[in-house]
Nanobody, 122 residues
């Protein structure tokens, strides 16, 4: 079992940037694709971004494409989400998780972290 801890959230203004980190421990991390999801107020959790095991392939929801960048450092057992040009609608709790089945469906991710709150004011 991989344990995940997210950090880096905070309160920012529209147009600002934040970098989220997800630290992994437990089972070997580098074998898995990883993903970021978010859950806004009164919303269901939604896919944000994913990266394959080597970091060579990345995937984004249309709502964040061009603004967010996912990356990973397997030597540090970490995944990152660089968020630029933040908008109020990006306000959410952001979670990282391990991809175990290859799709971007929430059900194909495991080992959810506790989440980190991102709040973007207008």
């Amino acid at each position: 079992q991989v344990q995940l801890v997210e950090s880096g959230g905070g309160l920012v203004q529209a147009g600002d940037s934040l970098r989220l980190s997800c630290a992994a421990s437990g089972r070997p991390f580098s074998s898995y694709a990883m993903g970021w999801f978010r859950q806004g107020p009164a919303k269901e959790r939604e896919f944000v971004s994913a990266v394959n095991w080597s970091g060579t392939s990345t995937y984004y929801a249309d709502s964040v494409k061009g603004r967010f960048t996912i990356s990973r450092d397997n030597a540090k057992n970490a995944v990152y989400l660089q968020m630029n040009s933040l908008k109020p609608e990006d306000t959410a709790v952001y979670y990282c998780a391990v991809n175990v089945a290859g799709s971007f469906r929430e059900s194909d991710f495991r080992s959810w972290g506790q989440g980190t709150q991102v709040t973007v004011s207008s």
